[in-house]
């Protein structure tokens, strides 16, 4: 059994399994075996996190933009068209 935590993915992240491309989606364990260096740079630009507290600070994430609903502009009714042509501007 390995030593390190399983990573998670933070976002959709595209991996290499047995030659084929896979993407991971967020929440998910990324599939192991993983190289230590690519290890390094999943962590480092936060695209993975270690273990269970990676998937609660997913989840949180989740639930704080979802929890605010976003709102339509309100739009102005619709002016009737005029039946005279509308004059132009004056130049000055």
Do not use: H
């Not at 047995?18 to 990324?30: I, N, Y």
């Amino acid at each position: 059994m390995s030593k390190t935590k399983t990573l998670i993915a933070m976002v959709a992240t595209a991996v290499m399994v047995a030659g084929e491309r896979v993407v991971v989606q967020a929440g998910e364990p990324l599939p192991e075996p993983i190289k230590p260096r690519d290890r390094e740079e999943m962590l480092a630009s936060k695209v993975a996190s270690e273990g269970a507290d990676a998937l609660q600070t997913q989840e949180a994430a989740t639930a704080d933009t979802a929890a605010e609903p976003v709102k339509a502009p309100a739009t102005a009714p619709a002016k009737p068209a005029a039946s005279e042509p509308q004059s132009r501007p004056k130049k000055r």
